[in-house]
C-alpha cells in the first residue's frame, strides 16, 4: 500500500505564494506519474500539475507560468505556486500511480483573498 502525507496548504494574500509538499513515508513501492489536483468549493476535481519519474511535467492551462511541479526524490513531489489568484481556492490533492493502482492523499486547503 502506498500512504500519501500532504502538507504547505494555508491562507495567502492575491499574489502571494506557497509550497505544497506531498511524500509517502516509508513505502516499499516503486512510485511512478505523481501529480497535483484540486477541487473548489461546487466544482469537479480537476488536473493541476503532473510529473513522472522520467521529470516530464504536464500542467493545466490555468496554471502554467505560474505554478511548479517538482521531484526530489522518488517519493516526495513538490507544487510551488506563485501569483496566486482567488480563483486558486481549493482543496489540493496529491496522487501517485504505483504497481497496484492510484494513492491519494487526504488533501491540503489553499485559500487565497482579495
Known amino acids: 500500500q502506498v500512504r500519501l502525507v500532504e502538507s504547505g496548504g494555508g491562507l495567502v494574500q492575491a499574489g502571494g505564494s506557497l509550497r505544497l509538499s506531498c511524500s509517502a513515508p516509508?513505502?516499499?513501492?516503486?512510485?511512478?506519474?505523481m501529480g497535483w489536483y484540486r477541487q473548489a468549493p461546487g466544482k469537479e476535481r480537476e488536473l493541476v500539475a503532473t510529473?513522472?519519474?522520467?521529470?516530464?511535467t504536464n500542467y493545466a492551462d490555468s496554471v502554467k507560468g505560474r505554478f511548479t511541479i517538482s521531484r526530489d526524490n522518488a517519493n516526495t513531489v513538490y507544487l510551488q505556486m506563485n501569483s496566486l489568484n482567488p480563483e486558486d481556492t481549493a482543496v489540493y490533492y496529491c496522487?501517485?500511480?504505483?504497481?497496484?493502482?492510484?494513492?491519494w492523499g487526504q488533501g491540503t486547503h489553499v485559500t487565497v483573498s482579495s
Open positions: 496522487n501517485a500511480h504505483w504497481i497496484a493502482g492510484l494513492a
Open positions: 510529473i513522472t519519474s522520467d521529470d516530464i
Open positions: 516509508g513505502t516499499r513501492f516503486t512510485i511512478y506519474t
